[in-house]
């Protein structure tokens, strides 16, 4: 198995906070939050309470008000319940962020407490360097039983045929509970002979994807997975 897939597992939302961004306090102004969000070149910051997340403040309903002195514990916050656990793996975080249109989202620990803020567009450019993305490559979409899944095996049989694994994405099967589908980024884009062997060994090719041609089919899924990692 390569390193870029291994890498997959460490992959977690504590790992993504960005240290750099404070959050903003209740007693906060809006005039400090405007300032803090050029200053910082974002246009959403969380809001916190002695390490309580309590939602967070937009840039856009901040220049609607006609108090820059209003603290922001007086406004009624936005997002005061959507956040990510310490733990939530990357592509939940996405998930999360796109589900809800959020630029930013809130890291919380165990007890619920304030950890830190993953600003979303830097993490997606992050992520995209680790996975190597920015490399030719195809896109396999494999389905089979969830008892059967190994990416080991899958892997040694795709580098029997001189070409690795750059990235992969495993999901439940909406139409079969029992069944998986893996999404794979493969250094190669001839996935003709990688398709024979999977297929060979029962695997069942559900979509590939080049990089001349990336049709609809499937293509909201792939939209979420490597569309936004600027593949």
Known sequence: MTNTVDSQDQMLASDLINKDLPPLKPTDTVKKALSWMESFRVSELPVVDKRKYLGVVQEEMLYELSDSNMQLGELELEADNIFVKHNTHFYDVVKTAEMNDLKSLAVIDEQGLFMGTICVKDSLARMAKTYATQNPGGILVVG??????????????????????????LEADSQDSQRVKLTLKIDQTDLTRIIATLERFEYTILAKFDEAEINDYEKDRLDLLFRLLNI
Do not use: G, T, V, W
Not at 144 to 162: K, P, Q, T
């Open 144 to 169: 089979m039983d969830y008892y059967d899944y190994s990416l080991s095996n899958i892997a040694r049989l795709i580098e029997e045929n001189n070409a690795k694994i750059l990235s992969s994405f």
